[in-house]
């Protein structure tokens, strides 16, 4: 999607180790986000931050952290994978009408 | 409309013809309205929007009603293509649209 890029695409990872995925702006807006996605649950936010250094946890934290240091970029860290985790998790914006979405990151905790 | 088990609800429409998806949301405060579409290995992309004090608005081909008295919402698709296949989803959120909550949508195919 125009303008938010998420990294890697896909990534398997064995439980206990710790994951960090990217998520990249190039339009300066202030709010970022992180969801996943399951069957039968849709999409769940994980935290979300409202400016640089300025974040908080949305409904299903336990198990993540992130991190804004600039504008443009808000990591996502899964401290220690667990096999719950395996999940496709977006990054969003809000861009002025809902948001617009990255194209996910696919992670396997095996 | 809305799910509550591991099964996304279905619905298949006939090329050509109008498909309506319906969305029951959960928070009477929330004044603002989206219908996102999601197709296979895509993230979900912006399909139209409504505020609170609006009924009904137009887009091309889609049309989104909402009826706050029983807290629901529909989105209308007309003369449905192939490309219309993929999951739908509403979400609503506040006047400040910072948090947006999401339905678990539901999954439209196109029968050519």
């Known amino acids: 999607d125009a303008g938010i890029t998420q990294s890697p695409r896909h990534k398997v990872t064995e439980t206990g180790t710790p994951v960090t995925l990217r998520c990249h702006q190039t339009?300066?807006?202030?709010?970022m986000y992180w969801y996943r996605q399951d069957p039968g649950h849709g999409l769940r936010l994980i935290h979300y931050s409202y400016g640089v250094k300025d974040t908080d946890k949305g409904e299903v934290s336990d198990g993540y952290s992130v991190s804004r240091s600039k504008t443009e970029d808000f990591l996502l860290t899964l401290e220690s994978a667990t096999s719950s985790q395996t999940s496709v998790y977006f990054c969003a914006i809000s861009a002025g009408y809902g948001y617009t979405f990255g194209s996910g990151t696919r992670l396997t905790v095996v | 409309g809305e799910s509550v088990g591991l099964h996304l609800p279905t619905l298949s429409v006939q090329e050509g013809d109008n498909s309506i998806i319906n969305c029951a949301y959960s928070n009477s405060a929330s004044d603002y309205f989206i219908w996102y579409k999601q197709e296979s290995g895509k993230g979900p992309q912006f399909i139209i929007d409504?505020?609170?004090?609006?009924d009904k608005r137009q887009g091309q081909r889609v049309t989104v009603l909402l009826n706050k008295t029983v807290k629901h919402l529909s989105l209308q698709i007309a003369a449905t293509q192939p490309g219309d296949s993929a999951v739908y989803f509403c979400a609503e959120g506040g006047t400040g649209n910072e948090k947006l909550t999401f339905g678990t949508g539901t999954r439209l195919t196109i029968i050519p």
């Open positions: 409504i505020r609170s004090n609006m």
């Open positions: 339009e300066n807006h202030r709010y």
